[in-house]
């Protein structure tokens, strides 16, 4: 009846303290979700429970991106040209600057940059602001010549126009707003904004040609002209879209398609995509 007494009085005793762990246990696990930080949509979803990541904040990160240049170099070189035949006869009578001279171009570019910004946001909606800049080698070049005979007061020209004209554009910033929908770990955004650029044209010339009076053609002496700008300031816009995916607390990818115009001398557009890292304060 002792030892009866006392393995119910026992077993009493453990049942009193496994319950008692049992509730400690409980606590404490309550309290260590508690302290979790609430990373909806990233790694802590059996804790916060579904929702969207924070996106709020400052942000920056590094890019690499490549594309191709289409520039339009149609009438690139009739300045130059009618520089070199002001007030004469030959530009009078034959408009050599007006020649259909050139045309479409298209040329692959790359290029390494960063990016920094500031997003708000109201339940799944971000909206942000960006400023984005890219060094690399976009751009090409393009050459052209035309003959063309036509009897003028002097007598029958045959005038032989030779042209080449290059853009080499180095660094592109954009400035853009930008306006992106929170799904978990993924924010699809759109973006449009305005664009800088610094390149290096190169625009030239080259007339040569023969008159014929009555006595044969005789030859005239060659024009030739060639303008540098460096470092030249280019202006435009930007639009395009992409993506950021939440990795980490604040670390995410990027994968972006860019759309730019660049208005001057020679009209570029260039297309990137681009892969990213940034990291969200």
């Known amino acids: 009846m002792i030892g009866a007494e006392a393995n119910r009085a026992w077993e009493r005793n453990m049942r009193r303290i496994l319950v008692a762990a049992a509730l400690m246990v409980g ?28 996106w709020q904040g400052v942000y920056v990160g590094g890019h690499a991106g490549w594309g191709r240049s289409d520039m339009n170099f149609t009438g690139t070189t009739r300045p130059v040209i009618a520089s070199l035949l002001a007030y004469t006869e030959v530009e009078n009578e034959m408009a050599v600057s007006q020649w259909p001279l050139m045309g479409k171009e298209s040329a692959r570019g790359n290029g390494y ?27 090409g070049a393009s050459a052209d010549s035309m003959s063309r005979r036509f009897a003028t007061t002097s007598g ?29 770990a993924f924010l699809p955004y759109v973006f449009g904004g305005v664009a800088f650029g610094q390149a290096d044209i190169v625009r030239a010339a080259l007339i040569t040609g023969t008159l014929d009076s009555g006595g044969g ?17 280019l202006y435009g816009y930007t639009a395009g879209l992409g993506v950021d995916v939440n990795l980490y607390a604040g670390l995410f990818l990027r994968a972006e398609w860019e759309y730019i115009r660049f208005t001057s001398a020679i009209d570029t557009n260039i297309n990137t995509v681009r892969a990213g890292l940034g990291y969200k304060f």
């Open 113 to 139: 940059g960063a990016f920094i910004g500031y997003n708000a946001q109201w339940d799944d909606v971000v909206i942000g602001v960006e400023a984005n800049y890219m060094h690399g080698k976009f751009g």
């Open 217 to 233: 053609p005789v030859p005239l002496q060659p024009l030739s002209k060639v303008e540098i700008n460096k470092a030249h300031l």
């Open 27 to 54: 606590a404490a696990q309550a309290s260590f979700a508690a302290d979790l930080p609430v990373l909806r949509g990233g790694f802590v979803d059996d804790y916060a429970g579904p929702g969207v990541v924070d």
């Open 156 to 184: 029958t020209h045959n005038i032989t126009a030779t042209t080449t004209a290059a853009i080499e554009i180095n660094d592109i910033g954009t400035l853009r707003a930008r306006a992106g929908y929170a799904m978990g």
